[in-house]
C-alpha cells in the first residue's frame, strides 16, 4: 500500500462496512433518496507521491450537515469562518435569516453564492462519476470500497474535472469523494421527520402571498403540500 492510501486510512469514518470476499457490491448511489440524513466533511485531501490532481479552489465550509424529508430539506453549515447557520429549501425556494437583520426571509437564489457550491441538490461531486470510470474495488485497512477515478482526460469536456470517488460496495452510498486539493468526507445517519420552523413558514407564506399580488407564482412553488404539518 502506498504512502497515499496509508494517509486516507486517518480519513476515513469508523464504522464502515465490510463483507465477505465473494460478495458483490451493488451499484454506487449517485443521488440521495427523498428521505436522508447525511453530514459532509471537507478537509484537505492527503498529500500523494504521483503527479496529484489539478487544485481546487478551497472551500468557505468545513462541515454541510443535510437533512431530507416530505419535500423539505434543511441544511446546517459550519463556515471556516465565523458561527454555523442554516438554510432551508423547499422545491426552488431558500429560507433563511438575514445575516444583517436576523429576520426569516425567503430567497430566489441561495443567501449567498458560498458555501452554495457544497449545498446543491445531491452528494457533491458525485453527481459527476460515471461507470466509464469504475476501478473495480480497492482494499484500505482491511476493508473493501469500490473506487471511481477520472484523471482530466483529454480536456474536450470542459464540465468534466478530475476527482477520486470510494464508495461502500455493500449499500452503494458514497464514503469520499477527492477533488483537487480537497476531500469530501459522508457519513449517514437515521433520517427523522421535517417540519418547516414557524418563523420560516410564515415567511414562505407571505413569499407566495406577494407573488400573488403580481400575479405570478414561481413553478417551483406550484402544487406543494402544506408545510406547517409534520413531514411523515
Known sequence: MN????????????????RGAEAKPVAP??????????????TPAPRREETPLPAAAGPRARRVETMRSGGIECIRITPLEGAPFEQWRVGGLWLGRSAITGKARAYRFPPGEEPYPY???????????????????????GKRYRYFRFSGGDGSDPERRAYEAWFDPEN?????????????RFEFRPPASLSLPPELEAARRRHLHNLRRVGTQPLSCRGLVPLHSTAT
Open 29 to 42: 448511489v449517485l443521488r440521495p433518496p427523498e428521505r436522508a440524513h447525511w453530514v459532509m466533511t471537507i
Open 3 to 18: 504512502k497515499f492510501l496509508l494517509m486516507l486510512l486517518l480519513f476515513l469514518p469508523v464504522g464502515a462496512s465490510a
Open 172 to 184: 452503494g452510498l458514497p464514503v469520499l469523494y477527492r477533488e483537487g486539493a480537497l476531500l469530501f
Open 119 to 141: 449545498t446543491a441538490p445531491g452528494f457533491y461531486g458525485i453527481g459527476k462519476v460515471r461507470p466509464e470510470d469504475d476501478q473495480g474495488e480497492t482494499t484500505l485497512s
